[in-house]
């Protein structure tokens, strides 16, 4: 499982604070601990006003890389400040994120277009979240045909099947399911994430439904979550989860992460 680690952003309120208050300990912290706990990618999201996200994401992005050597998942809303924004970085990691809405491709493919660079593409377009599987699957052609344009093979993009909240919507979960399965039948290349908190809004002890959507998501054909990795009953169950799909062989994997201590007790 690719996974993502999600804690360096600024929505969070306690990253939120950090960057207000340049609190480099914070931050150093969070990306060490992910680090340690196996993360695939290191997400980094400024959150603050356009003016000042550049300047941020480069502070961010100067201290993740300090402390680990990960790679880095470049998550903004705007589509712009990609360009600039991969500069910081030492190798070529993710961008977070393009979709059909707007001219969001047409600003970040030919950025990353004769690189290493991989995406992270939404499966929604300028009407918003389409509400079936297979309205999602046109989305995802249009993509598809977008990134062949600008030479950017399948395996480059994180398709997203945008998740919508369980408790307005008792079918999403369902149609989620549907358009990764679909996705993956189409293009067996491409890497499918999510991550799992909208899954659960407004509904009690949301964690159990964090956990199940994931493992029934990679059922399904998901290779990667946006996730934090330091959530040990979490990581347990995703490396669970692989070995019963057959994708650890003779569970080596899964042993040697109950070895190195992930799952805790």
Not at 11 to 18: D, E, N, Q, Y
Not at 158 to 185: C, H, N
Request: proline letters at 4%; hydrophobic letters at 45%.
């Amino acid at each position: 499982m690719i996974i993502i680690g999600e804690k360096i952003n600024g929505s969070v309120s306690k990253v939120g604070a950090a960057i207000a208050e340049k609190n480099e300990a914070c931050i150093r912290e969070l990306a060490k601990k992910q680090t340690d706990f196996k993360a695939s990618y290191l997400d980094v999201c400024a959150s603050v006003s356009p003016d000042k996200e550049l300047e941020t994401l480069k502070w961010l992005v100067e201290l993740v890389q300090q402390e680990s050597d990960l790679p880095i998942c470049l998550d903004s809303p705007n589509a712009g400040v990609f360009a600039e924004a991969i500069k910081f970085c030492k190798k070529p990691g993710i961008i977070n994120s393009v979709s059909m809405e707007g001219d969001k491709i047409e600003k970040v493919f030919p950025v990353i277009a004769d690189t290493e660079w991989q995406c992270v593409a939404l499966l929604c377009d300028n009407t918003g979240i389409p509400d079936s599987a297979e309205k999602r699957l046109e989305v995802f052609e249009r993509i598809l045909e977008k990134a062949g344009e600008y030479g950017i093979a399948p395996g480059r993009l994180y398709v997203d099947p945008v998740v919508e909240m369980l408790a307005s919507s008792e079918e999403g979960a369902l149609k989620i399911f549907d358009t990764i399965r679909q996705v993956k039948a189409r293009c067996p290349s491409v890497h499918i994430t999510s991550g799992a908190s909208n899954i659960s809004f407004q509904l009690p002890l949301r964690k159990f439904i964090n956990r199940s959507f994931i493992i029934l998501c990679m059922s399904a054909g998901m290779d990667s979550a946006i996730l934090d990795p330091a959530n040990q009953d979490m990581l347990a169950l995703i490396y669970a989860a692989e070995a019963l799909l057959g994708k650890d062989e003779m569970c080596m994997e899964y042993i040697g992460a109950y070895r190195e201590g992930l799952f805790g007790d």
